[in-house]
Each structure stands twice: as structure tokens, then as C-alpha cells.
């Protein structure tokens, strides 16, 4: 495992130095998750690919710059991947990190560089931002911090193993960073303009989610075809990452 800096940008990858000779996956986690969480997916993909998880500012206890916005994170991706003159790019979502590979593509524009995205319950619409996002930006930021460790507290103590370990990965994320991430979801989730732009421009596209999650959407929603995960929810790599790297693996090696 390799930690690469790129301009203000931190990746974790397979490789030592990025190359436009490897096929490209790109990994955007949920708020509050962190590069650690996904070692056993790095440690196990095939060496003709380039597996890059961008690491969330404020996150994996990294310092966090209350100037980042979404835009600009996924500006300085755009900029990576011209520079290394990138393509057969694949881009692996999860939860928030869904509204990432919608920002790049939007300044890309060239579908023939981008070879299938999988989102995982990736986010979409503004009712994706009812359960925390909205709830983070009712509070003010300076009465944020207590509320966020009285939040990592109640995962801690949680019946399900996943939000328990979720909250190992929230213990090392910035409260500040949680906060102005809520505050770009929800402001970038308005009117749907995130699920028409995954419906109409990503050609190649999947939708996943866990069965647990009890999303009552009709397979027509998503512009894709679905693909549930059995008897898991919205942290299916912590449920069992053994049966989530399966997928993972099955899904990029039979992508023709």
C-alpha cells in the first residue's frame, strides 16, 4: 500500500506512482469512512490495476481546510487525471462519495475515458440527505463539535457491528470536515440534478444497494440496472468485507 500525494490531494493506491498503463479505479468512500477501512481491497486486486482512494479532507485524521468544497476536491481529481493522461477509468462509489464521479465527469465530458461507474447507495437525490446531512446542518458549527462526538459515541455503543466500526473511522474524522461536507451534500442534492446527470450522461452504470437499506425504488429510478447486496445495509464492506470484496472483484474483472 502507497500513500501519493497530488497537488492538495492524498491517494492511497496498489501502485507506487500513478500510470495511464494500468486500468483505473477510483474509489470514493462515504462521509466518515476512511482509506483504512478498504487495505483488504487494495491487497487482493489484480496488478494490472491501479486501484486510487482519494482520501476525504478531514478524514483518517488528516487536517481539514474549512475553504474545501466537493467542487474543488473534484476539480483537483479532474486535474490528476489529465495529467497522467488517465482512461479506462472505473469509479466505485459509496454514500456521499456518489456525488464525486458525477462533479469529474461533468468536467470531463468524454464518456469514452470512463468505463463503467458502480455506485454503492451512492448520493443522488435530497431524500439521500435526510438521515444525517440535513439532521449535522440544523446545529450551528460552533455547537457541531459536541454534537459529533455525542454521535460517534451512540455508533460506539451500537447493536449493529457495522455502525460500531463506522465509528472507529468517525473518531478520526474532523467534526468541521463532517459538517461543511453535510453542508455541500445537501446544497449539491437539490432538484435532482445529480440523478438526472447519472441517468442521462454514464452510459455504463450500476446501482447497488443493500438489502437491509429497504430503498422501494423502481429499477426505472436509476436510469441502470440494480444489483442488491443480500442481508446487508448502507456499510456492506463492514458486514462482511470477505463477500464485499467477491463482488467488488467479480464486478471490475467482468467488465468487458
Known amino acids: 500500500m502507497y500513500k501519493i500525494k497530488f497537488k492538495d490531494l492524498i491517494l492511497v493506491s496498489n501502485k507506487k506512482r500513478i500510470s495511464s498503463n494500468y486500468k483505473t479505479i477510483f474509489f470514493f468512500y462515504g462521509m466518515g469512512n476512511s482509506s483504512n477501512d478498504f487495505n483488504f481491497l487494495i ?8 486501484l486510487l482512494i482519494p482520501e476525504l479532507p478531514g478524514h483518517n485524521n488528516d487536517k481539514f481546510n474549512s475553504k474545501f468544497s ?3 476536491y473534484a476539480n483537483s481529481i479532474v486535474l490528476l487525471i489529465l495529467r497522467n493522461n488517465l482512461y479506462n477509468l472505473f469509479f466505485f462509489s459509496h454514500s456521499v ?46 455547537e457541531f463539535d459536541e454534537k459529533f462526538n455525542k454521535l460517534i459515541k451512540i455508533c460506539k455503543q451500537s447493536n449493529q457491528s457495522a455502525i460500531r466500526l463506522w465509528s472507529d473511522s468517525l473518531n478520526k474524522t474532523s467534526s468541521e470536515a463532517f459538517y461543511y461536507l453535510s453542508k455541500d451534500t445537501v446544497m449539491l442534492s437539490k432538484k435532482s440534478i445529480l440523478l438526472q446527470f447519472f441517468r442521462i450522461f454514464f452510459r455504463r452504470k450500476l446501482y447497488m444497494f443493500g438489502s437491509n ?24 464492506f463492514y458486514d462482511d468485507n470477505t463477500k464485499f470484496l467477491s463482488i467488488f472483484l467479480k464486478l471490475i474483472y467482468n467488465c468487458k
Open 43 to 50: 491487497k487482493k486486486l489484480d496488478k494490472k490495476y491501479q
Open 70 to 72: 466537493l467542487i474543488n
Open 97 to 142: 462519495g456518489g456525488i464525486i464521479p458525477i462533479l469529474i465527469a461533468k468536467r470531463i465530458k468524454q464518456k469514452k475515458k470512463i468505463k463503467k461507474f458502480f455506485n454503492y447507495e451512492g448520493n443522488l437525490t435530497e431524500y439521500d440527505t435526510d438521515t444525517i446531512t440535513k439532521k449535522t446542518l440544523s446545529y450551528d458549527i460552533e
Open 213 to 236: 437499506s429497504l430503498l422501494n425504488l423502481p429499477e426505472s429510478f436509476f436510469g441502470s440496472e440494480r444489483l442488491i447486496l443480500k442481508n446487508t445495509g448502507h456499510f456492506a
